[in-house]
């Protein structure tokens, strides 16, 4: 069993920045990819960024430019750092890992960027 625990989601003016975390436990054997997916009312959930075990990243092109994702791997951790955020980046944001075939996902933090 794989848990993911998502911190760092919040209130902030367009413009601002916010800093997303989340936090691997339990039994992972390996990570293929790590990163965050996003969900607004009323759409489907979308990628927002990975970061595979080679280091090599994949964005959204809506986000590209102004939000990074990392990891340490040594805490089984990945970062989304979010700048210049937008009112349409408001969304649930849900952390996702991949470890062989299947997928682990997170419980969602809130994101609402005020305009």
């Known amino acids: 069993q794989v848990q993911l625990v998502e911190s760092g989601g919040g209130l902030v003016q367009a413009g601002g920045s916010l800093r997303l975390s989340c936090a691997a436990s339990g039994s992972i054997r390996s990570i293929s990819a790590m990163g965050w997916y996003r969900q607004a009312p009323g759409n489907q959930r979308e990628l927002v960024a990975l970061?595979?075990?080679?280091?090599?990243?994949n964005y959204a092109d809506s986000v590209k430019g102004r939000f990074t994702v990392s990891r340490d791997n040594a805490k089984n951790t990945v970062f989304l750092q979010m700048n210049s955020l937008k009112p349409e980046d408001t969304a649930v944001y849900y952390c996702?890992?991949?470890?062989?075939?299947?997928?682990?996902w997170g419980q969602g933090t809130q994101v609402t960027v005020s305009s």
């Open positions: 996702y890992l991949l470890s062989g075939l299947t997928n682990y």
């Open positions: 970061i595979f075990s080679s280091g090599t990243t």
